[in-house]
């Protein structure tokens, strides 16, 4: 066998290596129904008393420990964020609603454009009974604040 051949042979098996997984996967419907996800709805509310109220939906097939959607958001100096409560969630592959809220310092946010980064986070049993957090899914989104 000539260098050429050995060369044509492994570069053609290394490429079905890559290119195989993604196609069974697709065409075998897997990738559509075996992940966990979490969304953001396009606006949140700020209230004139300073609370904020995100909300969104999600989904996750399993867990063997809690779990829950957090949130935070940021407006103006990307570098800050301000965590807005968290919401227990039910693992059953079914898409269910969040909405969480926390009070602000007046002032802090305002109706307007702002960044809502959403996750969905298992506390998983770890080694000594310690919990691990394990992330099921993760979504950063541009909304609009609308006051009310």
């Known amino acids: 066998m000539s260098l050429r051949q050995v060369i044509g042979a492994t570069t053609g098996a290394a490429l079905l290596l890559l290119v195989a997984p993604t196609a069974v996967a697709v065409s075998t419907g897997a990738l559509s129904e075996s992940y966990d996800a979490v969304s953001v709805d396009p606006t949140g509310h700020v209230a004139a008393d300073g609370t904020i109220t995100l909300s969104g939906t999600y989904r996750c097939l399993s867990s063997r420990g809690p ?72 979504r950063q989104q541009d909304i609009t604040l609308m006051a009310g």
């Open 67 to 138: 779990v829950l959607v957090s949130s935070s958001v940021s407006q103006g100096d990307t570098r800050i964020r301000y965590g807005i409560g968290g919401t227990a969630a039910v693992c059953d592959g079914a898409e269910h609603r969040w909405t969480n809220s926390e009070k602000r310092a007046s002032g802090t946010l305002a109706p307007g454009g702002a960044n809502v980064e959403a996750t969905l986070m298992e506390l998983s049993p770890g080694a000594g009974g310690l919990p691990l957090p394990l992330f099921h899914a993760m």
